[in-house]
Every structure is written in C-alpha cells, then in structure tokens.
C-alpha cells in the first residue's frame, strides 16, 4: 500500500485484516509473528484534565489501587506544574509519571516546561505543534525531560528525522498512525537501533500483540480492584479473549493472528462494500 499516500488509519485496518488472515491460516499469533519475549507487559492509565486538583488526586488514587504501575497526566497551559507537583509529592518520587500536552505549547512556552524537569518526569509527550519537528528540536534542547512524539510521526522515515534532529528522545509507536503494524515494526527498528526508548507500545516487539493491549488509556466499564476491562474489539456477548489487567499487567494474547475475533453485526452496520480475498 505504500504507493497511497496518507488515509493510515483506513491502511492499518486493512493490513490489519489481511495479516490477521495470513497468521490464522499459520496458526500463528501476531505475538510470535512480531518476535514478542513477553508473557505481559506493564500497563500504564493516561488521566484527563480535571476541574481541581483533589479530583485528579482522586483518580489517580484509583487507578493505581487498581494496579497501573504507570501514570499519564493530560495537561495544558493553566494545568501543568501545580498538577504534576501534587501527584508527586502525593504518590512519591519512584512513581513512573508522565505528561501528554497534545500539541498545546509553542516554543515561547520553553522556559516554563523546563520548569517540568524538577519533576523526573519520564518524558513529556507532543508539547507542540503537530509535524514542527523543528520546534520540537529546539525545546529539547533546553529542557532535560525527554521529548516523546506521537503525532508528529507517520512512518519510520519521519521518525529517522525527529531522531537525527534530536527532535524526540521517546517515540510512541501506534500501529494505527503509521498505517499498521508492518510499519509500527520498522518505527520501532529505527527507534531501537538509535537508542531511542518507545512509549506506549513500551517495548512493542515484546508487548507485541492486539493493538488494544497497548493502549493506555482507562476503560469505562469494569470497576473490581485490580482487573480493568479494557475495551475489547469483540462484543460483551460473544468475547472469551477480553484483555484484563492484572497486577497492573495486560497478557500478551497467544490466540492465531490477532488475537480477538470482530463482531459480524457491528461489521455489517459499517460495511459500504465487500471484496472477498483469499491467501494462498
Ligand atoms: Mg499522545
């Protein structure tokens, strides 16, 4: 597919479809396919922009009494050093923290997210403009926290680039923004082969499994200690390979292919067209 350009998320479901196919017909999981050495990875909770700061302290309370070993602060201008200082001064220097600002900074913004590094934050995630890698390079040059794009990063040549430029220190690799997993493989190469970290796939080749297991983010459902439903691409009714977290842990799935099997109506209500392929 790379001769389209651009439309990654509709790339990635299609690739997605096929390699699923492809493994099924091996009886083989995504898992070994990716050259995955884990049994489970640990998973981490991204947390909203709250109304106060007790709220925020509430939650973040709840989620690790649920067991996520690692915690991710949304926060944007009016809401970054005052939250990220309660949660550490509250839960303690050893807590893995993070911060996501979703492109909400510019450069002009640089001394005050230095003021972040006192904080031995892990890394801070997409503090600007989405594609400025060059901004990007710039901030990091004056601030000690790691630099993670997201966004900024469609495939493996953009994120050579960021890593040249030392725009980024941590690349979060999602399948589903460089156009599937093949692609997401060759991010993580170039990352890995740099000495760059990777977020939130966090060790991907090793997490290496359903695209679900490695989302951060909270699931609405499920409250019972220590075993969070995580939103699964199979229905409630039919689903037996849910991912469930425990000890703040997600199980690398070890069914063929993706692991999790679609749910036919859901399918059918957004089908405009049917082509039938076969593997040979
Ligand atoms: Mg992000």
Redesign the pocket.
């Known amino acids: 597919m790379a001769g389209i350009k651009g439309h990654e998320l509709a790339k990635a479901a299609l690739e997605t479809a096929v390699l699923d196919a492809e493994l099924r017909s091996y009886g083989m999981p995504l898992a070994t396919y990716l050259g995955s050495v884990r049994e489970r990875v640990p998973a981490g909770v991204s947390v909203g922009i709250r109304p106060t700061v007790a709220e925020l302290l509430d939650d973040v309370e709840g989620y690790l009494a649920e067991g996520y070993v690692r915690i991710k602060l949304k926060i944007e201008p009016g809401w970054d050093l005052e939250p990220v200082r309660a949660v550490r001064d509250r839960f303690g220097a050893d807590l893995p923290l993070q911060v996501?600002a979703?492109t909400a900074y510019t450069l002009a913004d640089a001394e005050h997210l230095r003021r972040l590094d006192e904080f031995g934050l892990l890394l801070i995630?997409?503090p600007l403009a989405e594609n400025n890698l060059y901004a990007h390079a710039r901030l990091q040059q004056r601030i000690a926290t790691p630099v993670c794009l997201?966004?900024s990063l469609h495939n493996a040549a953009d994120t050579a680039s960021a890593i040249a430029m030392d725009a980024c220190r941590v690349v979060?690799v999602k399948p589903a923004r460089v156009g599937g997993y093949l692609e997401a493989r060759r991010v993580h190469d170039v990352a890995y082969a740099h000495g760059c970290r990777c977020g939130a796939a966090a060790c991907w080749r090793r997490a290496s499994a359903a695209p679900r297991t490695w989302r951060w983010r909270p699931c609405p459902a499920a409250r019972s200690p220590g075993t969070r439903r995580l939103p699964a691409a199979t229905s409630p009714r039919t689903s037996r390979s849910r991912c469930v977290l425990v000890d703040g842990h997600l199980p690398v799935p070890r069914s063929p292919g993706i692991g999790v099997a679609p749910v036919p109506e859901t399918l059918r209500r957004f089908t405009k067209d049917r082509r039938d392929l076969y593997v040979t």
């Open positions: 996501d979703n995630e997409e997201d966004e979060n």
